[in-house]
């Protein structure tokens, strides 16, 4: 079984990084670290299907899943990337209960989806043939619908509603963004339009996703019901290692 699939089902919480530099070493690396999963983002980092392809294969043999963020909610773009091998879609700006709708058909071989049937790459990736890739796709594959606007929180039942979705996540930036207000994440309709997406994802069967950032705000989190977590950034994870090592040293 997919062992993002399996941790959902066990209610555990799921850490991940997300990573936007276009290298398959970093991957290699950050997937040794005990991370659960790693987001390799299409939508904001300059990676292309065949460095995307070979930053997946760079987690095989090791316990860390791959997924991808798409930049679109889009057929054509998703097939691609589940060839590759990925595990999960990270869909953004998911508005509405259609859209939800169409992220999981693209996910999903017919007659459930519209997803063309080619899995070459994906197979190998799976350690599976492409028969039982094909048989078991449907069913293992994740699906995390991105919660990042007001208006997904004005049609949060719909998108909620829809099957197929695993993993609603909330993303805070954008949100913020949507109120007129970014980047600003205190500020009160900020605070109050999370809080409602937090209370409805919580009543319903998806898991709640959002930014951990800190240790100890991921660990509040959890206390809340928080099961999916996107810890920080490639981009920041060195910065911040690099400042802390010379912030050590006499100068």
């Known amino acids: ?24 070493q970093l991957v290699a690396i950050l997937a040794r670290t005990g991370i659960d999963w790693i987001m390799i983002d299409m939508e904001h980092g300059p990676i292309d299907i065949a460095t995307a392809q ?3 294969a760079a987690t095989n043999g090791t316990g860390c899943t791959p997924v991808v963020r798409v930049p679109k909610i889009d057929p054509t773009t998703v097939k691609p990337v589940l060839d590759a091998g990925a595990f999960g879609i990270v869909f ?3 508005l509405t209960g259609d859209q939800a709708r169409v992220a999981v058909e693209s996910m999903r071989y017919p007659p459930a989806g519209v997803r063309g049937i080619g899995p070459i790459h994906a197979a190998v990736r ?6 039982e890739y094909i048989e078991r796709a449907n069913d293992e594959l994740v699906t995390i619908a991105l919660i990042e606007d007001i ?9 909620l509603a829809t099957p197929g979705i695993d993993v609603a996540q909330i ?3 954008d949100f913020s963004a949507s109120l007129g207000v970014p980047g ?14 937090e209370e409805k994802i919580l009543a319903s069967d998806k898991a709640l996703g959002g930014l951990g950032q800190t240790a100890e705000k991921t660990n509040a989190m959890i206390g809340k019901g928080y099961r999916w977590f996107v810890l920080t950034h490639d981009a920041g994870l060195i910065q911040s290692a690099a400042a802390g090592f010379l912030d050590h040293i006499e100068r």
């Open 1 to 24: 079984m997919n062992p993002l699939k399996k941790k959902l089902q066990a209610g555990e919480p799921i850490l991940g990084f997300m990573v936007t530099i276009p290298n398959v």
């Open 54 to 56: 070979d930053m997946i």
């Open 92 to 94: 953004p700006m998911v």
């Open 126 to 131: 799976w350690g599976l043939t492409m028969a």
């Open 151 to 159: 208006r997904s929180v004005e049609n949060i039942d719909a998108i």
């Open 171 to 173: 993303a805070p930036f």
């Open 184 to 197: 600003q994440l205190e500020h009160p309709d900020v605070v109050k339009a999370i809080a409602i997406a």
